[in-house]
């Protein structure tokens, strides 16, 4: 046999059967490998890169079980002496050429929703020379900071929004949807016909992406209900008419809002229409005074 003995910590690790010390007698499985035998010196440098994150190893440093403790789970409280010891080390290690760092990416989405503490802290954070790639995603226009009454674009503080660069985005094309829905049909495994399949485009261009990716699965269960393969037309218009978009939603609130039990929009157009009817008030009885002044 060949093997392989670490100086460090005596591991003998066993690489295979040698060729030249091989004999037909000798007891072989399939799995036998045969490689070649060492010459020259026995000693040999080996490199081993390992993989390892900041965290797993504050928690090896921060414990007394060691490496024992990423599988026990017991990471605790780190103490940020340790992190900094740590932090420390890996840039000597750096500058030694023992290691390299390569930046993790952080994605946060709805970013909008966190407050001026949290929007702090990734300042704070993205200034360190270790700070990950960060990705942050928010759907808002101007709107007010969470936790302040202060307005911003996207809801995101100035300074952050001046370290980042902002990827704008555009609305689906037509052609762009209908390959989307032909992968999600893909992925779903659903059989639809071509024009079942436009017209579920047209849906997606008039509506929503997201609500035509949600009619594929409706659909499917009303073509399997009738015994069919595929997704039809006659498939479609009868989800369309089951379940309604956000548009049609609104429009229904609408149109019957006051057949609802507690209702916002009536409350606000009374008190419009009173502060009108106040201001019309005021304006007449000023208009009053002032024609009774102009006779005296």
């Given at each position: 046999d060949v093997i392989t003995i670490d100086k460090a910590s005596g591991k003998i690790t066993k690489l295979g059967r040698s060729f030249s010390?091989?004999?037909?007698?000798?007891?072989m499985g399939a799995q036998t490998k045969f490689v070649q035998s060492p010459e020259g010196e026995l000693q040999k440098r080996k490199e081993v890169v390992h993989t390892v994150s900041l965290h797993e190893i504050d928690v090896i440093n921060s414990r007394q079980q060691g490496f024992l403790a990423l599988f026990t789970g017991d990471t605790g409280e780190i103490k940020s002496e340790?992190?900094?010891?740590?932090?420390?080390?890996v840039a000597e290690w750096r500058e030694e050429g023992?290691?390299?760092?390569?930046?993790?990416?952080?994605?946060?989405?709805?970013?909008?929703?966190?407050?001026?503490?949290?929007?702090?802290f990734l300042n704070r954070a993205l200034e360190s020379d270790m700070a990950p790639v960060l990705v942050i995603a928010t759907n808002r226009g101007i709107s007010k900071i969470r936790g302040t009454?202060?307005?911003?674009?996207?809801?995101?503080?100035?300074?952050?929004?001046?370290?980042?660069?902002?990827?704008?985005t555009v609305p689906y094309?037509?052609?762009?949807i209908h390959s989307i829905l032909k992968v999600r049909c893909e992925e779903e495994d659903v059989e639809m016909t071509d024009d079942a399949l436009e017209l579920l485009t047209r849906i997606g261009v008039e509506t929503s992406l997201r609500y035509a990716i949600q009619m594929v699965i409706a659909a499917s269960l009303a073509a399997e209900k009738r015994k069919s393969t595929e997704v039809e037309i006659e498939d479609i218009k009868r989800v369309?008419?089951?379940?309604?978009?956000?548009?049609?939603?609104?429009?229904?609130?609408?149109?019957?809002?006051?057949e609802f039990m507690f209702n916002e929009l009536n409350e606000e157009e009374e008190s419009d229409n009173s502060d009108e009817e106040e201001g019309e008030e005021e304006s007449t009885i000023t208009n009053e005074k002032s024609e009774a002044m102009d006779e005296s």
């Open positions: 010390r091989s004999r037909d007698y000798d007891a340790v992190r900094e010891q740590i932090d420390h080390k023992r290691a390299t760092i390569v930046p993790g990416v952080l994605f946060i989405d709805e970013v909008h929703m966190l407050d001026m503490e949290c929007f702090s009454d202060y307005k911003s674009p996207h809801g995101i503080p100035l300074d952050l929004l001046d370290r980042l660069m902002i990827v704008s094309e037509r052609e762009e369309y008419t089951l379940f309604v978009d956000v548009k049609r939603s609104t429009q229904f609130l609408m149109d019957y809002q006051s």
